[in-house]
């Protein structure tokens, strides 16, 4: 592992979004950390990552959350948003002093292709409020399709990158970047509202045309 690089916990790793992220970080040499409620979980998910990465010194490992968030410099919040409340108040002492990429949408099932805004706007809005000044809440991957981040395809998709401070958000995107995506500065936390609300968006568009992995590219530059 080279150094300077950070040591990820991919919070809600045993998903397919979690469990992507880990899989493509594991790839590029990233020590990562899945964690999971049940440790059993976790394991078994860091275990299929290193058989798919066989052939390299996969450095990934199962933990449960809270041990998990302890071993990490940066933490990778991906769960549904029923429970994105309950994990931060579980996962807030472990938290502070780090920086939080929130990957999780204010989804309203059943009309999930509604955009629908919570009472802070958004989940990193609720996130950043309830964690305190200590911990820098940032945006990413909430526009990019679950399924594909298992893939080795290159995937033609940008990822945009909202949250607290300049610096945070450059540091996430090279973790975006680490990954195979194009990272954008897509600016402060308040922008996260518009950043989470595009998956609603995306989620009418795959339906509409018949599609499964739409995504969002930026052009002009």
Do not use: C
């Not at 080279?2 to 790839?27: D, H, S």
């Not at 945070?168 to 402060?188: S, Y």
């Not at 950043?195 to 795959?206: H, K, P, R």
């Amino acid at each position: 592992m080279e150094e300077n690089r950070p040591t990820l916990a991919v919070i809600g790793g045993t998903g397919k979004q979690g469990r992507g992220l880990a899989y493509r970080w594991a790839r590029a040499g990233y020590r990562v950390y899945v964690g999971s409620r049940e440790a059993a979980r976790a394991r078994e998910t860091a275990s299929a990552i290193r058989a798919r990465l066989a052939d390299r010194a996969a450095d990934v490992h199962g933990l449960d959350n809270l041990s998990a968030a302890r071993q990490a410099d940066v933490v990778v919040l991906s769960v549904p948003y029923a429970a994105h409340r309950a994990t931060l108040e579980a996962l807030r002492p472990a938290l502070q002093g780090k920086i939080l990429v929130d990957v999780t949408v204010p989804l309203r099932p059943p009309r999930v292709s509604r955009v629908w805004l919570p009472p802070h706007g958004s989940a990193a809005l609720e996130a950043q409020d309830l964690l305190g000044p200590d911990v820098a809440v940032v945006d990413a991957f909430q526009n990019i399709a679950a399924d594909v981040l298992w893939q080795d395809d290159p995937i033609e998709a940008d990822v945009l990158v909202a949250g607290r401070g300049k610096a945070n958000r450059h540091r996430v995107m090279a973790l975006v970047e680490a990954v195979g995506f194009r990272a954008w500065d897509a600016g402060p936390l308040e922008n996260t509202v518009a950043v989470e609300a595009l998956t609603s968006v995306l989620i009418y568009m795959n339906k509409a045309y018949h599609a499964t992995h739409l995504g969002v590219r930026v052009v002009g530059r």
